[in-house]
């Protein structure tokens, strides 16, 4: 009889994640093509200049120029102790329109190089394809995942990136967060809304599309890479109802279903009866091809791959947002509040987990968990991130519970190990690393590296496997 998991596995994944937008810069260099992400100059749920404009900062530009950097960088993952470091592959140093026939050589290279340099170290890659970096040709000339196209252009950059990377990278991620098609289609799948649009239809008439190429690109991935494992990726902070009335006990439970539903369709394979009320409700027809529903219902996930960060209430009527934390509404009086407005709740990282495997009954991935904070150098330059350290404490305990409650869990990749840029505001100042970064808001700085309390403290937690928290 199976008996009770009381620790975390001996092959438990600890490490770091971060996505090549945020941390790589070269945003043009060695024949990379534009990407949206390099149209946001205050993050992804602001403005996008389809041109860029020559008199304006966009912080993803240079980034913390990890992309000359990475070898400097990765050897502080080492010094950690990291099992493995997940970021993503820029489609466009790849294909640099998105559509080109053949791929571009220093892009492939690139890449390789990285994932033998993590290998060197003892770190496996696990690799995001598309981590809000959609070609911004393919947004000018096709519409993005609007067209049906996009299927198979991502399907030949899958096929040229699982070829070459055959055997070194054992974790791929198709699209990051893709639930925030449903918030940020503009970040999450390259698609700006037009005026005279009806919005839902587009949306999850994109989304369909990138179910088709999520569940192709699963199909590929085993074809070309036996040994390797393919996860879906959504955005999965938690949201409680505000009060015990039914009303907003309901209809929580429906704001929650409206991202479980694309976990429900990558991972069950097949879209859940309540998303057939959706659609008429809200006037969306979507055109499915012959034969789409037999290929989402053949090449399911093989693990699912989520971020947490916090949680939120919901009151019955009341307004919701989401943003890239998860999503938002009213807040929860018994949570402590980060200056971005981010709830902390260990307890909901381990309700989170205990509901996802419920519901899915596959291996999860802590992809994202992480603290974004100011933090400030003392008169010696020293780091002291106790708020850090206690976050990811913490949480690591709410995860070994929800260990011993059964759930399987393959990783945890802390996001934001290094410093970065943040995905929802463009801002250097909203810090997560345990490596501080000497970059500002607008640029200035070294890019020296330097490490925080939290940096030897993890280094602990990973060789203890989450024993040592200190
Ligand atoms: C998620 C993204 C990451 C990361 C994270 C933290 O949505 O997958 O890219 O940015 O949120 O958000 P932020 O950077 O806005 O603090």
Redesign the pocket.
Known sequence: MKKMQTEFPDNFLWGG???A??AEGAYLEDGKGLDISAGFSH??KQDYDEVINPNTYYPTHEAIDFYHRYKEDLSLMAEMNFKVFRTSIHWSRIYPNGDDDTPNEAGLQYYEDMFDEMLRLGIEPLVTLS??ETPTHLVNAYGSWRNRKLIDFFLRYCKTVFTRYKGKVKYWLTF??IN?MRRMPGGAGGIFLKEDEHAQQVIFQASHHMFVANALAVKLCHQICPDAKIGC?L?LSNVYPHTCKPEDVFETMELRRRSLMFGDVMIRGKYPTYAYRIWDEEGVEIHMEQGDEEILQAYTADYLGF?Y?RTSTHEYGQPFYG????DQGTPNPYLETTP?G?QIDPVGFRYTLNELYDRYQIPLFVV?N?L?QIDELDENGNIHDDYRIQYIADHVKAMKEAIKDGVEIMGYTY??PID??????G?MK?R?GFIYVDRDNEGHGTMERRRKDSFYWYAQVIKSNGENLG
């Open positions: 994640a971060i996505a937008n945020q993050g992804i981590h809000y990051n967060e925030n990726m955005s971020s960060y943003d890239t934390g998860g971005w981010w994202e992480g974004g996001w934001g970065i840029v943040s995905a929802g505001t801002e909203k997560y």
